[in-house]
Every structure is written in structure tokens, then in C-alpha cells.
T-cell receptor
């Protein structure tokens, strides 16, 4: 069964460094998402992406964040200058469509980002 | 703005006992409601959604618009049901599938 994959599983970085988190969504899916979960807190929406542009983004997704689908298979989340508070588990998800029965989002296993 | 509340962080039951995981939401329009589950060392996965009104692994959930609730129920819990359960909402209209999650409930089913 097709799955969303994410690399790396764990990323450790120094504060102020740039990180790129990578995701490979399910191949025929059209909608892509990033969520994050700070330890002990709820899963929070960051951004949705469709047709090569951002569809919706949360307040968390400020100018330090960007997303890209560089080659038709990968979907990346870049954090330009990491802060301590960016330490979290980052989940990628994809769905075939949005709305009603087609809005099942399939999640990747997550990347744990640790900012020192 | 939408909000999902799961009042119980932890819920423990014995095998064979009924279980109910509570979920309340606030949203002014017509939401889509979901339950996602995360078993130990596995990824988040969809358990069920209100629109399909199905029973998955013995679990059911009914959307009660009057009480703005979407509680998850199972009459006889099994040990393999032990997991983290998240209630989630998608707003209608132009929301591009953005899921708003509750805080999650850790269910432990004791033998």
C-alpha cells in the first residue's frame, strides 16, 4: 500500500541554521500539508499546498517558513533560521482531494527536529 | 475560528468494558469531523469520519450538532485498542482540508 515517506527521521540543528525537511507524498495525491506537534501539545496545521502554490497557511507559518515541490515528487518544508521553539515533530500529509469522502489525509511518520 | 476539545488526556479501561472518548467542537458552519488514531510507533491514521457513518474496528461516532460533540464509542474494548486518539475537524467552504486537532486522548486497555 502506498505511504507518505519523510526524511530524515530525526534532525538536530543549531539555532539560526537553515533546515529542509523532505516528504514524498502518495503519487496520485494532489493536496499536501505540513503539521507540527511540539512535545506535549496538539498537532497544529502549518500549511496546505495545491497546484504548486500555498492554499492556506496558519499564523505559525511566518516568513521563516517556506514550502516547495521542486520536482513533482518531493514536497519540502524549509525553515530559514531555526529557533529553539521550532523543536517539534513535523508531519507531512497528502490527500487525493479535499471535501467530503475524499478528504482522508495520509500522514508520514514524521521528522523530529531538535534545535540546540 | 474552529476549535476541538478532548477533555480527557488519559483514559484507562479494562478489556471488555465499554469505552467513550469525548470530543467537542466549536465551529459556526458545517464541519467534517474525523477520528485519527496513532498506535505505538506507528503513524497517524484515519479511524473514521462522520460523513460515512461507518463502524471501524468496532468503533462508532455520531455527530451531535445540538451538543457540538463527536464522541467515539466502543462497547467492548480490546487491548489492541490502546493508542492515542485524536478528534479533528475540517471546516466547510474554502478551507483546503486543514485539519484542526484536539489535544488527544491516550487510551489504555488493561487485560
Amino acid at each position: 500500500e502506498p505511504e507518505v515517506t519523510q526524511t530524515p527521521s530525526h534532525q538536530v540543528t543549531q539555532m539560526g541554521q537553515e533546515v529542509i525537511l523532505r516528504c514524498v507524498p502518495i503519487s496520485n495525491h494532489l493536496y499536501f500539508y505540513w503539521y507540527r506537534q511540539i512535545l506535549g501539545q496538539k498537532v497544529e496545521f502549518l500549511v496546505s499546498f495545491y497546484n504548486n502554490e500555498i492554499s492556506e497557511k496558519s499564523e505559525i507559518f511566518d516568513d521563516q517558513f517556506s514550502v516547495e515541490r521542486p520536482d513533482g515528487s518531493n514536497f519540502t518544508l524549509k525553515i530559514r533560521s531555526t529557533k529553539l521553539e521550532d523543536s517539534a515533530m513535523y508531519f507531512c500529509a497528502s490527500s487525493l482531494m479535499t471535501g467530503t469522502l475524499y478528504n482522508e489525509q495520509f500522514f508520514g511518520p514524521g521528522t523530529r527536529l531538535t534545535v540546540l | 475560528a474552529q476549535r476541538v476539545t478532548q477533555p480527557e488526556k488519559l483514559l484507562s479501561v479494562f478489556k471488555g468494558a465499554p469505552v467513550e472518548l469525548k470530543c467537542n467542537y466549536s465551529y459556526s458552519g458545517s464541519p467534517e469531523l474525523f477520528w485519527y488514531v496513532q498506535y505505538s510507533r506507528q503513524r497517524l491514521q484515519l479511524l473514521l469520519r462522520h460523513i460515512s457513518r461507518e463502524s471501524i474496528k468496532g468503533f462508532t461516532a455520531d455527530l451531535n450538532k445540538g451538543e457540538t460533540s463527536f464522541h467515539l464509542k466502543k462497547p467492548f474494548a480490546q487491548e489492541e485498542d490502546s493508542a492515542m486518539y485524536y478528534c479533528a475537524l475540517v471546516a466547510g467552504g474554502t478551507s483546503y482540508g486543514k485539519l484542526t486537532f484536539g489535544q488527544g486522548t491516550i487510551l489504555t486497555v488493561h487485560p
